[in-house]
C-alpha cells in the first residue's frame, strides 16, 4: 500500500535526535532550528523527557476519561504555575486543530450564537471550523465553507464592531503572533479594544497560542504582553515536545457540562507524563528567559546583514524577511549547511522555530551560512 501523497517531501531520513540537532540514516548532523513546526520545546531526547515518558509507560500508558487520572490534575497545577494565570480550568486533546476546534464549539455552547470572527492570514488548524477560519482557500473542501465566518483585516476596529453588533458572533478567535500567516501582530491598542469588544457584545475572545504560546515568545503566552484576558486559549505544539497533545484553557465565567466536550485519547497518561516533563524542564532551566537572551542576540546579528529587510516575532518565534522568495535560500541551507528552518504563506519570510534551549552557538552557525549563502543574492 502506497502512502496518500499529500505531503512535498525533502529526500533526508532522521533517524535520531539530541538536543537542537537530528541526523539522518547515513549519519549526517542537521541543525534544527525549525522544531518540527515549533513542536519540539525543550528539544530532542531531552533525559527528564525520555526519563518521565518511559516511567509512565512501565506503569500504565493510557486508559479512557471515564476514570480518574490524577496526571491531568497535576499537568493543570504545573501549567496554571507556569503561565502565572488564575480563574481558568483545562480541557485536554491531541492536536492543536482539535484545541481550536473545541474552543470554537465552547463559545458557541455559551454563547448561543454560530458566527466568528477571524483575521487575514489567519491559521487555525485543518479541521472542518477550525479551517473555516483559516485564511487559505486552497485548503477548504466545500463541507467547510458551510460555517458563517467573516474575515477581518487587524486594525478594523470599526469593522469588528459593526460584525459584533449584529449580534451573531459566538467568538473573536486570534493568533497574537501569526505563524504559518507570517508573523504578523497588531498593536496592543487593537488586541485591547477587541477584547473590551468581545466582552462589551457577548462573544468570547480565543486566543490561539498553538505556535506562539508555552514559553516560545519569552512570555508564557504571546497574548500576555498586552494585559488582557482571553476567555478560552488553545495550546499544543510545544506542549509535548513531539507527543500528541493540546487542550484549552477555559475562563471560570464559561460553565461546563457534562458531555459537551470529550474525547477518546486526550489527556492520557503517557500524554500528560509528556506534558509535565516540559513543564518541569522549561522552569527548572529557565527556557523563557533563553528565549529572550536568544532574542537579543539574534536582533544585534540581523542588524550587520543588509540583505534582512526586517526581523519579525519575539523571542525564539522568528521571521526573517527578506525582498526575494527565500524557497531557493532555504534549500541552500539545508543541503549545503544542513541547517533546518520554515517558511510561510509570505514567500519572503523565513522562519525560525527552534527547541527553546537552542543556545547563541547555534544561530551563530545560521548566521555564518546566511552570510556565505547571501553573497549570490
Known amino acids: 500500500m502506497e502512502l496518500f501523497d499529500v505531503y512535498p517531501l525533502?529526500?533526508?531520513?532522521?533517524?535520531?535526535?539530541?538536543?537542537?540537532?537530528?541526523?539522518d540514516e547515513k549519519g549526517t548532523k542537521y541543525l534544527d532550528l525549525y522544531g518540527g513546526h515549533a513542536v519540539m520545546s525543550i528539544g530532542h531526547s531531552h533525559p527528564h523527557y525520555l526519563e518521565k515518558l518511559e516511567a509512565q509507560l512501565k506503569q500504565l500508558g493510557f486508559y479512557s476519561n471515564s476514570i480518574k487520572n490524577p496526571l491531568q490534575e497535576e499537568l493543570a497545577r504545573k501549567l496554571e504555575k507556569a503561565a502565572k494565570i488564575t480563574d481558568y480550568s483545562l480541557f485536554l486533546c491531541n492536536s492543536g486543530a482539535e484545541a481550536n476546534e473545541n474552543a470554537l464549539k465552547l463559545a458557541s455552547f455559551h454563547t448561543g450564537k454560530g458566527n466568528i470572527i477571524y483575521f487575514e492570514n489567519a491559521f487555525h488548524g485543518r479541521t472542518s471550523s477550525a479551517v473555516a477560519v483559516t485564511d487559505n482557500e486552497g485548503i477548504k473542501a466545500p463541507l467547510n465553507k458551510t460555517h458563517s465566518v467573516c474575515?477581518?483585516?487587524f486594525e478594523d476596529?470599526?469593522?469588528?464592531?459593526?460584525?459584533?453588533?449584529?449580534?451573531?458572533?459566538a467568538a473573536v478567535i486570534i493568533e497574537f503572533i501569526q505563524g504559518v500567516g507570517g508573523l504578523d501582530e497588531a498593536s496592543t491598542g487593537f488586541y485591547q479594544?477587541?477584547?473590551?469588544?468581545?466582552?462589551?457584545?457577548?462573544?468570547?475572545?480565543?486566543?490561539?497560542?498553538?505556535?506562539?504560546?508555552?514559553?516560545?515568545?519569552?512570555d508564557f503566552f504571546a497574548y500576555q504582553k498586552h494585559n488582557i484576558q482571553p476567555g478560552i486559549i488553545s495550546i499544543a505544539k510545544g506542549m509535548g515536545n513531539g507527543f500528541p497533545i493540546g487542550g484549552i484553557l477555559i475562563d471560570s465565567s464559561i460553565p461546563a457540562k457534562h458531555g459537551m466536550l470529550g474525547t477518546t485519547f486526550g489527556g492520557n497518561h503517557l500524554a500528560c507524563a509528556a506534558g509535565i516533563a516540559v513543564l518541569d524542564v522549561i522552569e527548572e532551566e529557565q527556557l523563557m528567559d533563553n528565549a529572550k537572551k536568544i532574542y537579543e542576540f539574534v536582533q544585534q546579528e540581523v542588524a550587520k546583514i543588509p540583505q534582512i529587510k526586517r526581523l519579525k516575532g519575539r523571542g525564539l518565534m522568528l521571521g526573517l524577511e527578506f525582498d526575494f522568495e527565500i524557497a531557493a535560500l532555504r534549500k541552500s541551507l539545508l543541503f549545503n549547511h544542513h541547517i533546518f528552518t520554515g517558511a510561510a504563506s509570505n514567500k519572503k519570510l523565513l522562519r525560525i522555530l527552534?527547541?527553546?534551549?537552542?543556545?547563541?552557538?547555534?544561530?551563530?552557525?545560521?548566521?555564518?551560512?546566511?552570510?556565505?549563502?547571501l553573497k549570490n543574492y
Open 10 to 23: 525533502y529526500d533526508i531520513t532522521p533517524v535520531k535526535g539530541e538536543g537542537c540537532f537530528v541526523y
Open 157 to 169: 476596529i470599526s469593522g469588528l464592531e459593526e460584525q459584533l453588533k449584529k449580534g451573531e458572533t
Open 193 to 218: 479594544k477587541t477584547a473590551a469588544l468581545c466582552e462589551q457584545y457577548n462573544s468570547v475572545l480565543i486566543a490561539d497560542e498553538v505556535q506562539a504560546g508555552y514559553g516560545r515568545t519569552g
Open 151 to 153: 474575515k477581518l483585516a
Open 354 to 373: 527552534p527547541p527553546l534551549n537552542v543556545e547563541q552557538q547555534h544561530f551563530e552557525m545560521l548566521f555564518e551560512a546566511l552570510k556565505i549563502e
